[in-house]
């Protein structure tokens, strides 16, 4: 079996990470000798099983204290070093600094680096910065994964031409998971707080629902990401006088226990990649209403009225419109959730894994030729 080595800056829980560390145990399964090569640790990050490798390759104590230039060359200078060691196989760097960082270290190497888009280039791969790194850096790569086609067609097309459109597995533990004989009068919402996300769109668009049905209650499932956002939230609960109808719960680790009981899922995302919550959601069979938001991560998954409900971003009347639509037409709502669950043929582990195992084996095989 081939040695997959995998890099990205951490671990801690969020979208590119935990794509990484279900496909590092999934490999790992299989036979496939996985090392995940990160910058740093954090407090809260997803678990690796014991046959996967992790290894920490960023930025020594004593080097703390240096410039920013150089700390950017040493963090290519001991990834170059590692991957000199272990000599793997192939490279595979998740997010926007490793992918440049990856393609770097392996300058003057005979060694295939696929890299991965995890979010919307526009803004993100636009600055002064990309606009030069991009046209030196990204020819070297042997392949992308994509996650949309509107991130695909953001790029070169020497990039487009070699790369493949690859959805994200979810946990087995959101798989499977029977309907709740009676749902609750609740909408829910899981994922970090944070601004993209755009929470308080979320909040101002269930006051609406509340005014209509005010049985109904807003709970939102994810952690604190310190941006401020957190803040934003708790005042507007406080200043609407909301806390017996909007809580906010923090993170979870049972989100497959508690989503399924609720009456309606509401994604509120500005931008997003292929947002997991999003995916977890419909194979839990959620009724959901999403934001059709760039870079076509909701309508990559979601067609409209046949698996769920589209509204455009930062609408909080067409979020309250879709919401209690789903609310008042339970048969509705439950036939765009069942819809939904159909998302689990694509996105279950096996699925993916095939996927990315026969891209990987697929320019290995190319490059040892």
């Known amino acids: 079996m081939h040695k997959i080595l995998f890099h990205l800056n ?10 990484v560390s279900n496909l590092a145990n999934q490999f790992s399964k299989e036979g496939y000798q996985v090392i995940v090569a990160t910058e740093w640790q954090g407090e809260n990050e997803f678990q690796l099983n014991e046959g996967v490798q992790r290894v920490h390759v960023g930025l020594k104590e004593q080097d703390e204290k240096k410039g920013r230039i150089s700390k950017i060359f040493l963090r290519v200078k001991y990834l170059r070093e590692f991957i000199r060691k272990e000599n793997p196989d192939i490279t595979i760097a998740f997010a926007h600094k490793a992918n440049y960082r990856a393609l770097m270290a392996t300058v003057g190497m005979r060694m295939p680096v696929v890299i991965s888009v995890r979010t919307d280039p526009v803004g993100h791969y636009d600055s002064l910065s990309d606009k030069i790194q991009i046209p030196l850096l990204f020819p070297r790569a042997a ?29 087995d533990k959101y798989l499977n998971v029977p309907e709740p004989e009676v749902r609750e009068k609740t ?24 005014a209509k049905h005010p049985d109904y209650t807003l709970k939102i499932y994810g952690g604190d990401s310190f941006d401020g956002t957190k803040e934003i939230l708790e005042k507007m609960i406080r200043e609407n006088h909301a806390e017996d109808f909007i809580r906010l719960m923090g993170a979870s680790d049972s989100l497959e226990k508690e989503l399924p009981k609720a009456s309606v899922y509401a ?27 760039p870079c076509g991560g909701p309508r990559t998954v979601m067609t409209n009225e046949v698996d769920g409900l589209l509204v455009p971003i930062k609408d909080a009347d067409a979020m309250a419109e879709g919401i209690n639509r789903l609310i008042e037409d339970r048969k509705l709502a439950e036939r765009l959730g069942q819809n939904a669950r159909k998302i689990s043929d694509k996105i279950n582990g096996p699925a993916v894994i095939a996927q990315w195992r026969d891209y990987i084996e697929e320019v290995i095989d190319h490059y040892q030729k």
């Open 187 to 210: 909408v829910v919402q899981s994922g970090r707080l944070v601004d993209f996300k755009n929470q308080p769109m979320l909040l101002e668009a269930f006051m609406k629902v509340h």
């Open 10 to 19: 951490c671990l801690e829980q969020g979208g590119a990470e935990r794509v």
């Open 267 to 293: 994604f509120s995302s500005d931008w997003e990649g292929l947002p997991n919550a999003l995916l977890e959601a419909m194979a839990l069979g959620m009724p959901i209403v999403a934001t059709d938001c």
């Open 143 to 171: 392949g992308c994964v994509f996650q949309t086609e509107g991130q695909r067609e953001f790029f070169p097309e020497y990039l487009q031409k070699k790369s493949r459109i690859i959805l994200n597995p979810v946990n």
